[in-house]
């Protein structure tokens, strides 16, 4: 990864609905256009996330998406109505920012969930992304992504002692559907209700990002609350998109040159999406990590992000 830097321009960016971004940029104010999409949903951005680029080459762009980081409202008040948060309302601010920065064509970088939004947004705008690099790949489908992120039978099984403390916190009799029963209780308005529901769900979410264990980040309770309430809003909603639908939708970027990364060991986002969409779309460049989890910054990942980025450069 390339040093830190520091952003030499920032600001906050209406996007309707009461909604606004905060949004930054660093590197080369005249170099090459990228737009890095965070995690989660509701992860919001962080520092390292501007060091997979050369910062003498690339204008690099990030944002907080609607509800987490520095935009406004913020989700960690669970008075703030989560209707106006789907997946066409990201793709819409996108466009917003793209038009108030100036930008014609800009490459995709997006790791997770990031990596979902980038592909929705690429096959609605492909005039807009002049390249992709894709780690960690979700291509969401809700039975699936429920029976494996919160089903006993699914990373459950491979996480026991962590699994346990999600699950007791809801009582037995709600336990066949805990993506539901962390819903009612992340929008309760009691803090007694939501506070803990957002601990034990954000450290279920946060368990295993890596190959190796890793201490996980002490977030504060408003960052906490936030992530698991927008997480919990996409994840119950096949985040807004029909099953297949970024499978289906690849002859839209066909034509993108595109890398496409994965860990051999993700447990978040296991390699079964990233093969699938490798067969959609063997034009893209497709790599398994096998000494790596979900972690972007495990050496076998990060060279290869690395690696990319300077080659898409020019």
Same mark, same amino acid.
């Given at each position: 990864m390339y040093p830190p830097t520091e952003p030499h321009a920032r600001g906050m960016l209406p996007v309707g609905d009461g909604q606004e971004l905060y949004w930054e940029e660093c590197g080369n104010p005249d170099g090459k256009p990228a737009l890095v999409l965070h995690g989660g949903p509701g992860g919001g951005i962080l520092p390292s996330l501007r060091r997979w680029f050369d910062p003498d080459a690339y204008r690099i762009i990030l944002f907080d998406q609607r509800g987490c980081g520095q935009s406004r409202p913020h989700a960690g008040d669970v008075r703030v109505d989560l209707s106006v948060?789907?997946?066409?309302?990201? %793709?819409?601010?996108? /466009?917003?920012?793209?038009?108030?920065?100036?930008?014609?064509?800009? #490459? $995709?970088?997006?790791? &997770?969930?990031? &990596?979902? $939004?980038?592909?929705? *947004?690429?096959?609605?705008?492909? /005039?807009?992304? &002049?390249?992709?690099?894709?780690?960690? %790949?979700? @291509?969401?489908? @809700?039975?699936?992504?429920?029976?494996?992120?919160?089903? =006993?039978?699914?990373?459950?099984? @491979?996480? =026991? /002692?962590? *699994? /346990?403390?999600?699950?007791? #916190?809801i009582p037995p009799a709600e336990r066949d559907d805990l993506t539901s029963a962390y819903g009612r209780r992340l929008n309760d308005p009691d803090p007694s209700v939501h506070v803990p529901a957002a601990r034990a769900w954000g450290a279920w979410e946060m368990a295993a990002n890596t190959l190796l264990p890793v201490p996980p980040p002490d977030l504060d309770d408003a960052t906490l609350i936030a992530f698991s309430r927008i997480l919990q809003h996409y994840l119950s909603r096949q985040c807004f998109l029909t099953k297949d639908e970024l499978l289906d939708g690849v002859d839209r970027i066909r034509h993108i040159p595109a890398v496409i990364i994965n860990g051999r060991y993700d447990m978040k986002t296991p390699p079964d999406a990233a093969y699938a969409l490798h067969r959609a779309w063997p034009e893209a460049e497709y790599h398994i990590v096998e000494d790596a989890g979900h972690g972007g910054s495990e050496p076998g990942t990060a060279r290869l992000l690395v690696r990319a980025t300077d080659r898409f450069r020019k």
């Open positions: 948060n789907t997946t066409a309302h990201l %793709v819409a601010d996108i /466009e917003l920012l793209r038009a108030h920065l100036g930008i014609e064509r800009w #490459l $995709l970088f997006g790791g &997770s969930w990031g &990596s979902t $939004l980038a592909l929705a *947004y690429a096959q609605r705008r492909p /005039e807009a992304v &002049s390249e992709m690099v894709l780690r960690g %790949v979700w @291509l969401p489908d @809700l039975e699936a992504d429920t029976a494996w992120a919160t089903g =006993p039978h699914g990373a459950a099984r @491979l996480f =026991p /002692e962590d *699994y /346990e403390r999600l699950r007791d #916190l």
